[in-house]
């Protein structure tokens, strides 16, 4: 099922990769006491917040010098923070070295994940407030913080094929809840980085595998590009992660798991500004599931349906926002002047050193 949704301060140490050399990184506890990692590539701007989709990582965002809005943003003076959640990417053990592999919802990843992140960017940069772009169930992340207390430390948001809500008649949809549902109950989690090995191998070969294209339109990605793609970025789904989805997607509703909040209907008290990315060929995350969150915050809200409709050269599909050979003119840009339209607030501190 993978294959359906998404293959520092002054203390942190460095973290040697070929996409970003200069990356810092730093591993965090929650207050539910889980870990989470955030990579930090400093510029003198404003900080933001970056959050991957399901079976996914911070890797999203940072493939390599040629497919790195977190490089570009960067370039352009945005202090960017990707966060790895609890058991993806960097998270995938505690501090003291055990596995994460189980025990929690989407839920915790927005209530106590993405507060830690915040908290921590907030005490390491002196900004009140910090921009937000997410990916995917990123985006769900950065609802679940925003109705969770968290709107007050958010300047802005930018979903990119975030889904707002679910409908089982839409594509792949009933075969995701099969699937989401058997792995929630069969499974402590899910290691989609294996599948991700795997079908970038036979995608090499004469039986190539056409699956995996339901996350992608071929149109925007060199071959190598996917097979990068297909083994860096995926990362297990947890047993109580998948069961989640797989609730929402019979509810029909983005809901806690418990169903006590509708965190469509809980957004219309946020006035954060959001920006709604939607592919025109997303086959995961249909574009009325992202404009579901058009009626939903009460502030200024805008959508891009990222496509040739749009004057793009190709329809976008799920993992294209970040990944694709023309992003970085097609989408960057756009994210940066939402980001930049509504800037992070500095603190008291933070303006008298400005000064």
Not at 218 to 225: I, Q, R
Request: aromatic content about 10%; glycine content about 10%; overall charge negative.
């Amino acid at each position: 099922m993978w294959l359906l949704f998404a293959l520092g301060c002054w203390d942190t140490e460095p973290v040697v990769r070929d996409q970003c050399a200069l990356a810092r990184t730093v591993r965090i506890a929650t207050e539910d006491g889980a870990t989470v990692a955030l990579h930090h590539h400093a510029a003198r701007g404003a900080p933001v917040v970056m959050v991957h989709g399901i079976s996914s990582n911070h890797r999203f965002f940072d493939l390599d010098a040629d497919h790195s809005m977190a490089d570009w943003l960067a370039d352009r003076g945005h202090d960017v923070w990707l966060l790895d959640l609890r058991g993806h990417g960097d998270a995938r053990t505690h501090l003291d070295g055990r596995p994460q592999l189980s025990g929690w919802r989407v839920d915790d990843y927005g209530r106590y994940d993405m507060k830690a992140a915040v908290d921590h960017v907030r005490a390491c940069t002196g900004y009140e407030t910090v921009g937000f772009v997410g990916h995917s169930m990123g985006g769900m992340v950065g609802s679940i913080y925003a109705v969770s207390g968290g709107a007050s430390a958010l300047s802005s948001v930018v979903y990119l094929g975030s889904p707002g809500t679910f409908s089982r008649e839409a594509p792949l949809a009933k075969l995701a809840q099969t699937g989401l549902a058997t792995g929630g109950a069969a499974l402590v989690s899910l290691d989609s980085a294996l599948f991700g090995s795997v079908a970038a191998d036979l995608n090499r070969g004469p039986f190539r595998l056409r699956v995996q294209e339901q996350l992608y339109n071929p149109a925007n990605y060199e071959p190598a590009t996917i097979d990068a793609v297909l083994r860096t970025i995926a990362s297990p789904m947890s047993r109580g992660e998948m069961a989640h989805f797989a609730r929402m997607l019979e509810r029909e509703r983005f809901t806690s798991w418990d169903g006590s909040v509708d965190y469509l209907d809980a957004l219309g008290s946020v006035s954060v500004p959001a920006f709604l990315v939607a592919g025109t060929a997303d086959r995961v995350v249909p574009t009325a599931w992202v404009e579901a969150y058009v009626d939903a915050f009460s502030g200024p809200v805008e959508v891009f349906r990222a496509g040739t409709e749009t004057g793009l050269v190709a329809d976008y599909g799920h993992l294209d926002f970040a990944l694709g050979e023309r992003a970085d003119h097609e989408i960057f840009p756009r994210v940066a002047a939402w980001l930049d339209r509504f800037p992070p607030r500095p603190g008291p501190a933070r303006r008298a050193a400005e000064r």
